[in-house]
């Protein structure tokens, strides 16, 4: 069973940064997402086994950076410019498949999430 756990998240205020952080159990292609009350789970960023691609929503393009450790099976979603409407629970998610990308179906296993508010 693989095992994600998400860490980092926090109350900043916006113009600050986060940096979140996902310990995987094993090397899958990952993919950050994140869902704000009362609105659907939203593709934030992903990035290859290997760390060569990597696919942003356009909405944090510029601002987000994602990265991994694979020495340390670990992934990270760098933020900076952090502005209210990032405000959501971030989870982590793994993927199986050949290529990560933006669909929510590409992702076989999911993290509990980590709470990530900015204020104005």
């Known amino acids: 069973q693989v095992q994600l756990v998400e860490s980092g998240g926090g109350l900043v205020q916006a113009g600050d940064s986060l940096r979140l952080s996902c310990a995987a159990s094993?090397?899958?292609?990952m993919g950050w997402f994140r869902q704000a009350p009362g609105k659907e789970r939203e593709f934030v960023a992903a990035?290859?086994?290997?760390?060569?691609?990597?696919y942003y929503a356009d909405s944090v393009k510029g601002r987000f950076t994602i990265s991994r450790d694979n020495a340390k099976n670990t992934v990270y979603l760098q933020m900076n410019n952090l502005k209210p409407e990032d405000t959501a629970l971030y989870y982590c998610?793994?993927?199986?498949?050949?290529?990560?990308?933006?669909?929510?179906?590409?992702?076989?296993?999911w993290g509990q999430g980590t709470q990530v508010t900015v204020s104005s």
């Open positions: 998610a793994a993927s199986i498949n050949l290529q990560p990308g933006s669909r929510i179906s590409l992702y076989n296993y």
């Open positions: 094993g090397r899958y292609n």
């Open positions: 990035i290859s086994t290997n760390g060569r691609s990597t």
